[in-house]
């Protein structure tokens, strides 16, 4: 097992070899499908990467959280989180 993650030269390099293709276009792909995933979140959607998993967009109301230092209670207001759920294939695969 890999302790550090795949840096982005090196998906770069195995995407395209598995595209069969060169490092410029194989990164112009992957900075492509970012860009997609990155604009529909934001708007507020979610996408499906097949095999991979789901990423959305969830709001979350205004709630009241604790600061851990001083203890004191305070409202937080409503904002956005971005979700992801790993799809099945994709833990069947680590799991084998």
């Given at each position: ?43 507020g959607g ?16 205004e709630r009241?959280?604790?600061n851990p ?28």
């Amino acid at each position: 097992m890999n302790a550090k993650p795949m840096t982005k030269t090196q998906l770069v390099a195995a995407l395209a070899e598995k595209m069969g293709s060169d490092k410029k276009t194989a990164s112009a792909a992957l900075d492509a499908v970012a860009e997609v995933v990155i604009e529909e979140v934001a708007a507020g959607g979610a996408i499906t990467l097949p095999g991979i998993g789901k990423i959305m967009c969830r709001a979350r109301p205004e709630r009241l959280v604790r600061n851990p230092a001083t203890g004191e209670t305070m409202t937080k207001a409503a904002d956005k989180a971005v979700k992801v759920t790993i799809a099945k294939a994709l833990k069947d695969a680590v799991n084998d």
